[in-house]
């Protein structure tokens, strides 16, 4: 029963972000449950190399700019025309920035809120028009622990993943009624490629004090990518609105 709750055997996934990180592990977890996974991101190398390495076979590589909004719906459309009815979108992809106060200017806040806030509810519109979504569908958005606490220097990147969390508890109610639940996962820290630059470029005692804020120690992506799975799987089916917290223990501090 445990395996069959996590079998996404003749089911397809959409995962944006899919060229690296969290979303390209999330990627090749569905795959190992047996799905069939859209690979999205702007670069169509990377995602032929995040490809190659899962198992399976019919997933599909989808080279597209989220930045590109207004197109958003019409791209879910005919994805569902190639690949039938989806049953899952997750939402990866995403932008970060450290901006101070007294140099964040009104471009910078749209291009944060653009690919992490309008996108994202974009792909909703997409997702829930008719013919796109299979039985039990699932979206989910990967938020971050920014959205929940304070930090100086991140006002508009907090800002955009809050915003994620309040969209999908609206979005939950909004579409219960089409059997599509809406979900996020708000992440701590994680080694990806983008953060182990950023560590590289930090003194010892700092990445050091960094580390000490997760009880647990700084993540991978399979940790996230594990809970993103939970929620798009059958094993959640009673599950929507809510926001998974996986931080190693950042915020209960």
Known sequence: MASELFDFSGRTVVVTGASSGIGREVARLIAKCNGRVVLVARTAERLHETALSLPGAGHLVEAFDLNDVEEIPHWVKSIATKAGPIAGVVHSAGMHAAIPLRMLDPTKVESLMRINVTAALMLAKGFRQKGCFASGASLVFLSSVAGMTGQPAIAAY????????????????????EGIRVNCVSAGMVKTEMSERIFASLPAEQFAAIEAMHPLGIGSPIDVA????????????WITGSNLVVDGGYTVQ
Do not use: D
């Open 158 to 177: 907090s800002a955009s993943k809050a915003a994620l969390i309040g969209a999908s508890r609206s979005l939950a109610i909004e579409l219960a009624r």
């Open 226 to 237: 594990h809970a993103v799975v939970f929620l798009l799987a059958e094993s959640s089916r």
